[in-house]
């Protein structure tokens, strides 16, 4: 199983877009299905974005959807998550997760994934 790395958060104002990356080591990224989730303080961790394996469909939550853009890199061994438009509620850790079986709902849920990076922290200031 490969280990996952994230990283490209930061301090950013609303209104802004960053970029994060979730790159693999140890393993092809392709061959699972990725999703990036979100945690705020005090709040559930919430399943934002997915990829399938190779990258043939892509899911958003209503959260996000029309604002971020999942996209993989197989040469780079790499998914992004761009992010457009950055509101305050967007503030939070954002992990990558992976899972060789996929989703077992059309919920992203954390328990269909078993492989984690650490988390990168996005802030969006007023």
């Known amino acids: 199983q490969p280990q996952l790395v994230e990283s490209g958060g930061g301090l950013v104002h609303a209104g802004e877009s960053l970029r994060l990356s979730c790159t693999a080591s140890g393993g092809m990224i392709d061959m699972y299905f990725v999703a990036w989730f979100r945690q705020a303080p005090g709040k559930e961790r919430e399943g934002i974005s997915l990829i399938s394996r190779h990258g043939g469909a892509t899911n958003y939550a209503d959260s996000v959807k029309d604002r971020f853009i999942i996209s993989g890199d197989r040469a780079k061994n790499t998914v992004y998550l761009e992010m457009n438009s950055l509101q305050s509620d967007d503030t939070a850790i954002y992990y990558c997760?992976?899972?060789?079986?996929?989703?077992?709902?059309?919920?992203?849920?954390?328990?269909?994934?078993?492989?984690w990076g650490q988390g990168t922290q996005v802030t969006v200031s007023s």
């Open positions: 997760a992976a899972g060789f079986d996929g989703p077992s709902s059309i919920n992203i849920e954390p328990k269909d994934f078993d492989i």
